[in-house]
């Protein structure tokens, strides 16, 4: 009798289900594992029976993609908007694509030294992707395979004729995976790549990427990638395509001298008006990512946010949980150093300048369904520079905060005591009133004695200078694991609380009932964020009634972090004396409570809430 060999396959197989075995026998893993199969036997599941309820459990708990990444399978992630789902794998008839390969990356110089990791971003005509994260190095490993849908354009050069270009991004994290930073945002003209493949021998390219920031002059460092049409298109003349592409260049080009003939023009129509006027924080041009001067209108663009912000006031709850940079001036004069991001770099690295935050706040309402403008003056301390984003309706004009995520009506308001423009993508008015004073402003945009229209031929031309930078931009939902999360970070507060009193000499002592009733405190502090509305907590004064002893004083400690360090947690707590001493209370039954909860927002954009309390004998 014959014996059948092992196959490459059976080996390959039998030593990932060894790996797996090894993996889901951590302790940490295996906990996990026997706490939702109880859960579903608890509820009435069997998980032999009811197996895609016990897989979506492990994957909202992060554990099929902690096994997955350990394994080095999860490579990519599709994060293509919602209203144009491509599956990677598919290709569907009479569609074009566009592939990207990445092969890795090297010459990243500064990351020699570093720690953290590295992802990569895309961007091109509506859908995203993003890679795996990677290890930062000087050569990281940032590869995988991208599709994205081009849409069809008739005409002799069909899909070659799109003039958007590929945006990358590529993010620093942290240890935890949080994002810290830009590495690199640039533009890939995709189609002189393929142009270029033609007659290539090796079909690899060599991409330099530029310093982010201060640091553009520099060089970042290079990635390595391949890119093609798939299905590819008909025969091609090359020399044709290159005077197109040319020609497309060339009208760009004039597209921006016209532009600033006619901003000229209406920047001398305006100073002409009123002596005063050229003392006003009139700002019509702003730096990009690569340093080119382009008119502040392009860095906005609607965005529809569609059920992952469902109103105005979350999209004002989201922007203001993102990191704020250095602001670098707002005024007349154009400061060198300034630079304002593309809307995708402000999304996956969460954090912007203030120009860059209000840019974002303002797309998203427009994605809304509102009239909204990005608005710039004096604050009301007349000390600094404003800027913040407004809404126009038929009876009344609101102010949106984008660093506080607060809404106020004109009368109430005290982020501005002047304003001198008002802009979005399509509009652009200079005040021409005698008082910039916002008391005295009337909002009536129609009367060009009140306010001095840039026109929209001018606006229009703007636009048309950078078509090539001007996607279609959307969100990604988020898939963070929110209640593991909150409660590895109750675990590891908790240590750091007992490790804190066993250096004064103190036991601890957790009241878990107490805890669960934090948990009503918290919710209320995020949903009075998200609707401007304060909550009425009768309930949880009766809950705290009933679960501290008579007798006994309760203290409570609230704080909103967006990072889910729990060393930086506490050394965020403790740096309020109402929490130190809290956790360094002394007294007869004392007994803590700590709670966590979680909340992910579009693009994993975390609000996370912690309290830590304490109850104990009153003995006054």
Not at 105 to 118: H, K, T, V
Not at 321 to 343: I, K, M, P, Y
Not at 347 to 360: E, F, I, K, M, T
Not at 592 to 609: M, T
Request: some cysteine; proline content about 4%; hydrophobic content about 35%.
């Amino acid at each position: 009798s014959s014996v059948t060999q092992p196959t490459m396959a059976d080996e390959t197989s039998a030593s990932i289900k060894q790996a797996v075995r090894e993996l889901v026998s951590h302790d940490d893993v295996a906990l996990k594992l026997k706490e939702c199969i109880a859960e579903l036997l608890a509820n009435g599941q069997d998980p032999r029976e009811h197996p895609d309820v016990l897989k979506q459990k492990l994957r909202d708990l992060g554990i099929i993609d902690q096994v997955l990444s350990d394994l080095g399978i999860l490579n990519e992630e599709c994060v293509v908007s919602p209203e144009h789902p491509v599956d990677p794998l598919t290709i569907e008839d009479g569609v074009q694509y566009l592939h990207l390969s990445l092969n890795g990356g090297a010459a990243f110089i500064d990351l020699e030294d570093s720690s953290g990791y590295l992802q990569a971003h895309f961007q091109l005509q509506g859908e995203r992707y993003r890679s795996k994260q990677v290890v930062c190095s000087a050569e990281p490993s940032l590869k995988g395979s991208y599709l994205f849908r081009l849409n069809q354009l008739n005409g002799q050069y069909g899909v070659l004729d799109h003039q958007e270009q590929l945006h990358l991004v590529i993010t620093r994290h942290d240890h935890l995976g949080q994002p810290i930073g830009v590495l690199t945002s640039s533009f890939i003209d995709w189609r002189s790549l393929i142009s270029k493949s033609q007659t290539m021998v090796n079909p690899w390219h060599s991409i330099s990427l530029p310093g982010f920031g201060a640091l553009h002059h520099l060089p970042a460092g290079l990635i390595y990638a391949q890119l093609d049409i798939i299905p590819s298109p008909t025969t091609l003349n090359v020399t044709d395509w290159f005077h197109r592409r040319q020609a497309q260049q060339e009208d760009r080009i004039d597209a921006e001298r016209r532009f600033l003939t006619l901003s000229q023009r209406w920047w001398k129509d305006f100073t002409d008006g009123r002596a005063s006027h050229a003392q006003r924080l009139v700002k019509l041009f702003a730096a990009d990512e690569s340093s080119l001067r382009r008119s502040v209108t392009t860095f906005i663009r609607p965005i529809n946010p569609g059920r992952l912000l469902s109103s105005p006031r979350l999209c004002s709850r989201f922007v203001a949980l993102f990191t704020l940079v250095d602001d670098q001036g707002l005024g007349t004069d154009h400061h060198a150093s300034e630079r304002w991001q593309h809307l995708h770099t402000t999304l996956v690295s969460h954090q912007g300048s203030h120009n860059d935050l209000a840019n974002l706040l303002c797309s998203l309402l427009l994605g809304q369904g509102l009239d909204a403008y990005v608005c710039t003056g004096t604050s009301c301390a007349e000390t600094e520079l404003k800027v913040a984003v407004l809404t126009i309706s038929a009876d009344s004009v609101a102010f949106w905060d984008p660093l506080k995520g607060t809404r106020h009506q004109t009368h109430e308001q005290t982020l501005f005591s002047t304003i001198d423009t008002i802009y979005n993508h399509e509009r652009y008015y200079a005040n021409v009133q005698p008082s910039n004073l916002v008391d005295h402003l009337d909002f009536d945009l129609n009367n060009e004695k009140l306010w001095k229209p840039l026109t929209t031929d001018a606006i229009g031309t703007a636009r048309d200078g950078f078509v090539h930078q001007d996607g279609e931009q959307c969100l990604v939902p988020s898939r963070f694991p929110c209640d593991a999360t909150a409660e590895r970070l109750e675990v590891e507060l908790r240590q750091r609380v007992k490790e804190y009193r066993h250096g004064l000499g103190l036991n601890t002592r957790r009241d878990a009932r107490l805890e669960t009733v934090l948990s009503q405190a918290l919710v209320a502090y995020e949903a009075e964020r998200q609707h401007g509305v304060s909550l009425d907590n009768e309930d949880f004064q009766h809950s705290i009634k009933r679960c501290v002893p008579p007798g006994h004083v309760f203290k409570g400690f609230p704080l909103l972090v967006k990072h889910v360090n729990s060393t930086k947690i506490f050394e965020q707590a403790m740096a309020s004396e109402a929490c130190s001493s809290i956790v360094a209370c002394e007294g007869d039954q004392v007994h803590h409570a700590i709670r966590v909860h979680v909340y992910a927002y579009a693009e994993d954009v975390l609000s996370i809430w912690v309290m830590i309390a304490v109850r104990y004998l009153n003995l006054l």
